[in-house]
Structure formats: C-alpha cells, structure tokens
C-alpha cells in the first residue's frame, strides 16, 4: 500500500550557511510543509492525521519525526477502504 505521508529531504528554502537539510512534508504526494533545523530539533510543519487534526511534536530529532510519520501511516492505512488507496474513493 502506498504511504499516505512522506518526508523528503531537500535544500529547497536553504540559506548558503545551513548545515541540516531542510524536509519536505507529502500528503499524498502534494507538499503540506516543511521542517527546517532549529537549534535544538527539526520544526516548522504540523503532521497531519487520519481524523483531520493536526500532530505537533515539538522541536525533535528527524528521526523523532520519521517514527511518528511510521505510526501516522499506520493510522492512515486502518482508516481508509482499499477504494480510496488506489484513489477511487
């Protein structure tokens, strides 16, 4: 099945001095956002969920984003019919 979110790192938005990549945030493969390095962590986007609401994790690691983007699919592949995986829906 096809993941509903994706991170995707990329230097889009980057100043010439900054060292961390920045991500881009894809639902559905459409941008929603992107997290960018902020000293203590990576922020800047609001991870959406399966019932509509939004998950703000803080300032975190990437990796602290890649797990809740893992359980966020998870959610997201319960919720849906397989109709509106292929898009049908």
């Known amino acids: 099945m096809p993941k509903a979110i994706t991170l995707i790192e ?10 961390h990549p920045r991500y881009d945030v894809l639902l559905w ?6 997290l960018y390095f902020n000293m203590r962590g990576y922020t800047g986007c609001y991870l959406p969920q399966a019932n509509g609401r939004k998950l703000d994790i803080g300032e975190r690691a990437i990796s602290a984003y890649r797990k809740a983007v893992a359980e966020l699919n998870r959610e997201w592949a319960e919720n849906l019919t397989p109709a509106a995986w292929r898009g049908n829906a």
Not at 14 to 19: G, I, R, S, Y
Not at 29 to 34: A, C, L, M, P, T
């Open 10 to 19: 990329t230097r889009d938005g980057c100043a010439p001095l900054e060292t």
């Open 29 to 34: 493969n459409k941008k929603v956002g992107q």
